[in-house]
C-alpha cells in the first residue's frame, strides 16, 4: 500500500531503549567527544523524551538497557520499519551489532522481518524516508550493499531508493531530517540538489549541529540546545515544535530521531 502522505503522520506506536549505565563508553567522535558523560541526567533526559513523545499520545514502548551494549539507547540505528515490513539492519560499528537482538525480537509482534546478512551494513541514522522515497546515506556506517539490501525491501512496499554520499557527519540525518513527507530541514554543508530534483522544499537552519528534529504528526520535536532553529521551525514555518533536552546524547554523537523508531499506522508515513 502507498502511504498517504495527507494525513498527520503520527506513528502507531515508537520503540525506546533504556540508557546503559555504561553509557560514557559508548562510540563518541564528534565535536562534544572530550567531554564526560552523566548518565544519571542523560536517563533524566531519556525519559524527559519519552514524556515528550507520550505527551502526543503516542504509544511508547521502552526495551530494557543492556550494560554489555554503552549505545543501545540509539535504537534507530538497529531497524528501520518500512510499511509492514521491518529490516533489522547490521549495524556498521562491529560493537553495537548485539543490539539487534532484542529489538528484533519486539518488532516480529508486528512487522514482517528481514535480517540484513554480512557483508551489508547500515545504521538507521542514515536512512530517511520522505514519502514514497527513500535517501539512503552511503557513511562510514552503511555501504552499498546495506543501501541495496533495503532498497529491494523499500521497492516491495512501493518506495523508491536515492543514494546519497555522507561526509563530514556520523550519519546523514545527522545532516537533515523531514519537518513533514515534502519539507527537509538541513545544514549548510549538505547539497539539497538529490533532495529538491525528488520535489523536496528544503531549508537551512541556523545551528549547524540543529538538522536532527523529529516530526511527529503536526509537533516538530527539537533540541533544547538549539533555540534559533527551533524558532526558524515556529516563527518561519509556522510548524508547532517541543523543546527537548537531550545534550547528554550530543555528547554521544545522537539526537532526537536516534532514540527511537518510529513504526508507521498502516497506509501512513511518519519521519
Ligand atoms: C554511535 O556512534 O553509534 C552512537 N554513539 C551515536 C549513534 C547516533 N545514532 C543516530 O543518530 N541515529
Not at 75 to 102: F, N, W
Not at 199 to 220: E, F
Not at 240 to 252: I, R
Request: hydrophobic fraction near 45%; charged fraction near 20%; proline fraction near 7%.
Amino acid at each position: 500500500m502507498l502511504p498517504d502522505l495527507s494525513g498527520p503522520a503520527l506513528p502507531a506506536a515508537v520503540l525506546v531503549r533504556g540508557v546503559a549505565s555504561t553509557m560514557q563508553r559508548c562510540l563518541r567522535e564528534g565535536p562534544h567527544e572530550a567531554l564526560p558523560i552523566d548518565v544519571d541526567r542523560a536517563r533524566d533526559q531519556h525519559a524527559g523524551y519519552v514524556r515528550a513523545v507520550r505527551s502526543l499520545g503516542i504509544e511508547v514502548h521502552e526495551l530494557p538497557a543492556d550494560d554489555a551494549c554503552p549505545d543501545c539507547c540509539f535504537i534507530e540505528d538497529t531497524a528501520v520499519v518500512l510499511g509492514k515490513a521491518a529490516v533489522i539492519t547490521r549495524p556498521g560499528a562491529a560493537s553495537r551489532r548485539p543490539e539487534v537482538v532484542p529489538v528484533a525480537r519486539v518488532l516480529e509482534r508486528w512487522c514482517e522481518i528481514h535480517r540484513m546478512q554480512e557483508p551489508a551494513t547500515l545504521d538507521g541514522g542514515d536512512v530517511l524516508c520522505a514519502g514514497r522515497t527513500l535517501f539512503v546515506g552511503i557513511s562510514a556506517r552503511t555501504n552499498s550493499q546495506g543501501a541495496e539490501f533495503l532498497a529491494r525491501i523499500a521497492e516491495m512496499e512501493g518506495t523508491q531508493t536515492v543514494t546519497i554520499p555522507v561526509e563530514g557527519a556520523l550519519h546523514l540525518k545527522s545532516l537533515c531530517t523531514l519537518a513533514g513527507p515534502r519539507l527537509l530541514l538541513h545544514t549548510r554543508v549538505l547539497d539539497p540538489a538529490p533532495f529538491l530534483a525528488r520535489g523536496l522544499g528544503c531549508r537551512i537552519v541556523p545551528d549547524p549541529q540543529g538538522a536532527n528534529v523529529l516530526t511527529l504528526g503536526q509537533t516538530v520535536l527539537v533540541s533544547a540546545s538549539h533555540p534559533a532553529t527551533s524558532d526558524m521551525i515556529s516563527r518561519g514555518l509556522g510548524l508547532g515544535t517541543l523543546a527537548v533536552d537531550v545534550s547528554e546524547f550530543h555528547k554521544a554523537d545522537g539526537a532526537l530521531t536516534c532514540l527511537s523508531i518510529r513504526i508507521p499506522a498502516a497506509g501512513c508515513w511518519c519521519a
